[in-house]
């Protein structure tokens, strides 16, 4: 069985430290590897020693920097993303959301679903705030609080789920489910549904299930607020049906929670 990787995307901007401080944190708190990804619009003299430069100074005073793990891409940023966690085998991207450069304008501008559109492997978004959701030292700790898994009753999210109890489980945190309704929805329904799918959940199963109405994305980010949920997990839409992670996306630049993308398979 391959070993577990946690994939690091930093674009040598203001986000690289918090975004390499939550790999790390969750690379130790997985038992995973962590691997570092800077990519580059082009090939660049002295780009390697740049990046190891940057991660040495930005890397958390617990983590003892080896600059093995660093490699650099050329590219379309999302695609050279995806491309470098299905060569390592990552179980987890973790990448920022404000910054200089490509990965800033990916998460945040026109193109902010381009990653998610293509993503095979979860992604952890790091949102523009000072907020964080782990705490390094002797023994790394998940701080977000509850656990929002955020259901989309359309979709299947089995996998989804799944890495919500399992991060609820690491965190010694309750799991919360929540769904936005359809108008041809009743919350009955909407809440037999969600009971459903908590059906076997483990190893932690839901405290409470949710059935909000209104625009998905607010909704959402308003149920992270009201539950003290720093950790949002959501499923990405499937295509053709509509464009992967266009609500991840929205909520996350609420900046009220992180939010965790997961694949549907």
């Known amino acids: 069985m391959t070993a577990p990787l946690v994939l690091c995307a930093v674009d040598l901007g203001p986000s690289t430290r918090r975004v390499l401080f939550h790999a790390v944190g969750l690379s130790r708190l997985l038992g995973a590897g962590l691997r570092i990804l800077h990519v580059s619009a082009e090939a660049e003299d002295g780009m390697r020693d740049r990046v190891i430069a940057e991660c040495e100074a930005a890397a958390p005073y617990e983590a003892a920097f080896n600059p093995d793990v660093v490699t650099i891409a050329t590219g379309r940023v999302s695609e050279a993303i995806q491309r470098e966690a299905l060569h390592h085998g990552a179980t987890l991207i973790v990448v920022g959301s404000r910054g200089h450069g490509g990965l800033a304008r990916l998460l945040l501008g026109s193109t902010s679903d381009a990653l998610l559109g293509l993503a095979r492997t979860p992604v952890l978004l790091v949102p523009p705030t000072e ?57 009955h329904d909407a809440a037999h549904e ?14 409470s299930l949710i059935v909000r109405r209104g625009d ?50």
């Open 131 to 187: 907020m964080d959701i782990v705490s390094l030292g002797d023994r790394p700790v998940l701080t977000s609080g509850p656990i929002l898994a955020a259901i989309d009753l359309a979709e299947h999210c089995d996998q989804q789920l799944k890495l919500a109890s399992e991060m609820a489980h690491l965190a010694s945190q309750s799991l919360l489910m929540m769904t936005v309704a359809r108008s041809k929805v009743s919350d």
């Open 194 to 207: 969600l009971r459903e799918r908590a059906h076997g959940l483990a190893p932690v199963k839901p405290r």
């Open 216 to 265: 998905v994305a607010e909704e959402i980010s308003r149920c992270a607020v009201t539950e003290g949920a720093g950790l949002v997990v959501m499923g990405l839409r499937e295509q053709p049906r509509g464009k992967p992670g266009v609500i991840a996306s929205a909520v996350l630049k609420t900046g009220r929670a992180f939010v965790l993308a997961v694949p549907s398979s």
